[in-house]
């Protein structure tokens, strides 16, 4: 039996709530499936541990992680404690030590859930968005002058490499390659940032004639913001640089039913580094402790790292389960259904079943 090893940070907020039941339902599918074993290491890394610390993870954290083929990560950020702290000591810090520079991010319309948008059907939005990982917009560059005066200045430096912008592309183009649409678009701003995003423009227009068999446009974000709502049906693959690909996430879930079910993975392909795979909702302090958070983003995040294992046919099974679920209508967290008392626990219980 194959045994993958994993670590799990829950991290804060809804975070430990939602990656139990990711756990559940890949263990269930990774045994049904391919008779596989996922062995679990729990780090108890977030704002408790560094309020106790005063670190994000210890000394050694970093190599401890390093003995790991994925890491399964619920949600960072508290409002007690600075962003700056919690997200820049552990999750960006993570993306680019590991060279996790693929963060994919589905969207689709499932069956059972409803669309903010008139006349779609399920399977009408189904995307794949490729956001480049470790550099451009968020890259750690810059600083402030005079701080705390009216004469402060703030600098934030994007930062584009052709080696950067090149393998996000080319990682894009493979998956278009490989769906039915075979359809790419390209995001910039390039009339406007014409260092940053020209760059990208002159790498996008170099690696999209190593693959004629898949059509391509480039779309200027503002335009690609408007279609996300106005015709999200066009788009299949879409690539984009950091910040613009954060962004266009959040939206394409929403358009798609709710960010409770958005799923994403931050892939390093060579597999020299593990990979992390995280829901994109945060860690919603708001509902915390409450058991009513939908844990589908994070199952679905579980079939990515899946997938990443060589584990295909049980990342089906949880997406298939998912979709059971969700079409059958009998469990509704609120984030589906404003009336809804099911729990947490009562969805995670449904996927585990239909798994």
Request: proline share 5%; aromatic share 8%.
């Amino acid at each position: 039996m194959a045994v993958h090893k994993i670590a799990v940070i829950g991290g804060d907020g809804i975070g430990p709530e939602v990656i139990e039941h990711a756990i559940r339902a890949a263990e269930a599918a990774a045994r049904k499936y391919d008779g596989a074993e996922l062995q679990w290491t729990r780090l108890p890394w977030s704002t408790a541990y560094y309020k106790q610390h005063g670190r994000m993870l210890p000394a050694d954290g970093w190599e401890q992680l390093t003995a790991y083929e994925a890491i399964l990560f619920g949600a960072v950020g508290d409002p007690s404690v600075p962003d700056k702290v919690t997200v820049h000591e552990l999750l960006l810090p993570m993306r680019r030590k590991y060279d996790q520079y693929v963060n994919l991010r589905p969207a689709y319309l499932f069956a059972g859930v409803d669309c903010p948008l008139k006349n779609k059907k399920p399977g009408d939005i189904d995307m794949l968005v490729y956001r480049e990982n470790t550099e451009g917009e968020y890259a750690p560059v810059g600083g402030n002058l005079y701080p705390g005066t009216e004469n402060q200045i703030a600098v934030q430096t994007g930062v584009f490499t052709w080696k950067g912008c090149e393998r996000i592309l080319r990682a894009a183009f493979e998956a278009a390659q490989k769906r039915p649409r075979k359809k790419l678009t390209s995001i910039t701003k390039s009339n406007a940032q014409v260092y940053g995003l020209g760059l990208w423009d002159d790498v996008y227009n170099a690696v999209r004639k190593d693959y004629p068999d898949v059509t391509s446009n480039s779309l200027l974000v503002d335009a690609a913001a408007m279609d996300f709502v106005r015709q999200p049906e066009v788009f299949d693959v879409v690539v984009a640089s950091n910040l613009f690909g954060d962004i266009l996430t959040d939206l394409s879930a929403a358009v798609a039913g709710s960010i409770g079910l958005a799923s994403s993975a931050n892939i390093n392909p060579t597999k020299k580094f593990p990979s992390m795979f995280e829901p994109v909702h945060g860690s919603a302090p708001d509902i915390a402790g409450k058991g009513i958070a939908n844990p589908l983003a994070a199952v679905l995040s579980a079939a990515l790292m899946l997938d990443h294992l060589g584990l295909a046919k049980s990342a089906q099974g949880v997406r298939d389960a998912v979709a059971k679920v969700l079409a059958e209508g009998k469990v509704r967290t609120r984030d589906l259904d404003k009336t809804s008392t099911h729990t947490t626990t009562d969805m995670g219980d449904a996927v585990v079943a239909a798994v």
